[in-house]
């Protein structure tokens, strides 16, 4: 079982709240990244990092922001959660140019 | 960027027998080729990972081949269980970027 953690697992919240959603790794790795995944769908990279004070966009433009302060944590914040935004959001970490181990993700509904 | 096509349908086999899965990817070959497994609900989980200069790897009952010429890689599940029922997604890496697939459902029939 990899040590990458998500919180919460599950969030139902209303249109115009924001909201973290928090990921944390305690193996040490620089690199980590965001992942949005429909049901039935592939996943689509939103935001990774390769260290600390260090983030990027990813393939799929998105109205997220992250921030890497510390090595082991990589929160994302939704400043203004809409319905659009309902999908389940996944969590990975990895060495460079090694696998990717990935958290158990956050399912975000956006009412 | 990378297209990655998986077999688009579900693949439904009886236990005991042999499940092939297949990637095919345009554009360049990727350094490396990975698979994972991924459950309803869950994060995918890292099987296999085969270089670009090596032909096949193997690992239990998994085996993965890796083709540059065709670009396509086959993922085998040899004596498949119920067990074995999952999502299976390839990934391709080139430099620091990770293209998954959208993944193949597989069940076994007991």
């Known amino acids: 079982e990899a040590d990458i953690y998500q919180t919460p697992r599950y969030l139902v919240i209303g249109t115009g709240k924001k909201i973290t959603l928090e990921c944390s790794q305690t193996m040490g790795h620089d690199k980590m990244y965001w992942y949005q995944q429909d049901p039935g769908m592939e996943l689509h990279l939103i935001h990774y990092?390769?260290?600390?004070?260090?983030?990027e966009k990813g393939d799929l433009s998105s109205e997220s922001t992250v921030s890497r302060i510390r090595t082991e944590h990589f929160p994302l914040t939704l400043e203004s959660a809409r319905p659009s935004h309902t999908s389940q959001y996944l969590c990975a970490s990895s060495e460079w140019g090694t696998e990717q181990y990935f958290g158990p993700g956050t399912r975000l509904t956006v009412t | 960027s990378q297209k990655i096509e998986q077999n688009s349908e579900a693949l439904n086999i009886q236990e005991g027998k042999t499940a092939t899965l297949t990637c095919n990817y345009t554009n360049y070959s990727p350094a490396y080729l990975q698979w994972y497994r991924q459950d309803p609900g869950r994060g995918p989980v890292f099987l296999l990972l085969i270089r670009e200069n090596e032909k096949e790897k193997r690992k239990e009952r998994l085996k993965v081949t890796f083709d540059t010429t065709l670009k396509q890689s086959l993922f085998h599940i040899t004596a498949s269980q119920p067990a074995d029922s999952a999502t299976y997604l390839c990934a391709l890496v080139t430099g620091n970027q990770f293209y998954f697939g959208t993944g193949t459902s597989l069940t076994v029939i007991p």
């Open positions: 990092s390769y260290g600390v004070n260090s983030t």
